[in-house]
């Protein structure tokens, strides 16, 4: 409670230098808390506890120091996470055959923002192509796998020459060692990695098919939806990004690796995905963008195989309900059934800073501590409408903050306090804010 009090000296000034604090909760502190306070307890015998936590987190960060020591020793890098020129380079200077050439250049192929974490052996280690096609959705995975193939040798032919070398392709294999997800190390705003132990990664992409639970129970397929690098997608922005839907994440069979790629680095982890059409206009109002399903002119979905570490998160779809919601629709079969979709930007602050738009420059004076907000701030051309769930201490001084600022109109929606609230006000006894007597919001609801 008292990181969340101190917070408020600090967020008029932020928000005022840049913006609206979107998807900003307190449970980045209270992430803190148990980190530092409730796991270092629960690691003790409940008797003098202080000192045995003290001490349980000293080994602890003892033991992730010597971890990045060791990975420094055995790689000659440092602790954080290589950037994927770095990495490619890495790989390239341990090939045991110098006579390949390097695989196409990386401007070509895309800048990759994340960092792909596999585990060491599959989740199966020998899927049938044909169960792939019936259980998974990959309906051409053939004939997708020998488009890739070409064209990672090839990666300055046109289409047309693609599809005619993709004829001649022939698998020696009728089954792929396959993985059911995936995870990634997130790049936020200004390039720096969350972590570089698997305990802080932060997002996971699912591709498994229906499959009979603990209890004998039936768990519904999950194919998840990615945020797909095509080659020039930069830090933020939608341009060079494309939505797709991961159906299979899978391996070349070690045995056929140099028959399909005798003369180029081949590929390690690759994805088959479906696609959605592209990035247009985002809608005025909240601002996001519509996709729905590519589809060619037999109406027949769109599918190509990538580099799995083209990807760059996941991402969430809003189905576009219309007027009313069908009853059949569910969270398992609603991507099958709905014809359009809408991005969410809100579901973390990695996505939203990857939709991010760059506010009008402010200017500040921290001689005399003021701040001066551009005419061009639309939160300074007329008030906005504010919604504050909850109106206890912190939910009060918010709305009080908000309000005085002249740029808000703020609608609180109070849980068990709203009679007294609504007939008395709130009363503040404070040295910053003064003494307040019946102070009331805009507008007051209750919670039911």
């Known amino acids: 409670m008292l990181m969340k009090l101190h917070g408020l000296d600090h967020y008029l000034l ?20 148990i980190e530092f306070a409730k796991d270092a ?94 259980d998974y959705g990959a309906t051409i995975f053939r004939v997708a796998l020998a488009r890739f193939v070409v064209q990672y040798r090839h990666p300055t032919w046109s289409r047309r020459q693609v599809e005619h070398a993709a004829t001649a392709v022939y698998l020696t294999f009728n089954s792929v060692p396959v993985y059911h997800k995936a995870r990634f190390l997130l790049t936020d705003i200004h390039g720096f990695q969350t972590g570089a132990n698997a305990s802080d990664i932060t997002d996971t992409v699912h591709a498994r098919p229906t499959r009979t639970g603990k209890y004998r129970q039936v768990v519904p397929a999950r194919f998840d939806t990615v945020l797909i690098n095509c080659g020039n997608g930069d830090v933020t922005g939608v341009t060079g990004y494309c939505v797709g839907q991961v159906r299979v994440i899978f391996e070349i069979p070690s045995r056929a690796v140099r028959d399909l790629f005798p003369d180029v680095v081949p590929p ?22 519509k996709v729905s399903r590519d589809v060619d002119r037999s109406g027949s979905r769109i599918a190509s195989i990538i580099e799995l570490r083209r990807i760059r998160r996941s991402c969430h779809l809003f189905p576009s309900f219309g007027p009313t919601a069908p009853r059949d629709w569910s969270s398992s079969n609603v991507l099958e059934r709905s014809p359009y979709f809408w991005v969410n930007p809100f579901s973390d602050r990695f996505i939203c800073f990857q939709f991010v738009r760059r506010s009008p420059q402010i200017q500040v004076d921290f001689p005399d501590d003021s701040c001066t907000l551009d005419t061009h701030d639309p939160m300074a051309s007329h008030a906005k409408d504010v919604l504050l769930i909850g109106f206890g201490a912190v939910g ?50 209750p919670s039911s």
């Open 41 to 134: 307890y629960r690691a003790t015998n409940r008797k003098d506890e202080f000192a045995q936590m003290t001490l349980w987190l000293e080994r602890r960060e003892k033991v992730e120091r010597h971890t990045a020591f060791i990975r420094w020793r055995l790689t000659g890098e440092s602790s954080q996470i290589p950037g994927p020129a770095s990495q490619q380079s890495l790989i390239l200077s341990r090939l045991p055959e110098p006579h390949r050439r390097q695989c196409p250049p990386r401007e070509d192929r895309g800048t990759m923002l994340s960092t792909l974490l596999m585990t060491k052996h599959p989740s199966v280690k020998g899927v049938p192509i044909a169960r792939l096609v019936q």
């Open 14 to 33: 932020s928000i005022r230098l840049f913006g609206s604090p979107d998807n900003f909760d307190t449970q980045y502190t209270e992430r803190l808390h």
């Open 396 to 445: 009060a001084v918010y709305s009080l903050i908000l309000k005085r600022s002249g740029l808000a109109r703020v609608t609180v929606v109070a849980r068990g306090n709203y009679e007294a609230v609504n007939a008395n006000g709130m009363e503040f006894r404070s040295r910053k804010y003064g003494n307040i007597q019946g102070w009331r919001p805009d507008r007051r609801m």
């Open 268 to 289: 390690k982890h690759l994805a088959y995905v479906e696609w959605f059409t592209p990035f247009q206009q985002p809608h005025p109002e909240h601002g996001m963008y």
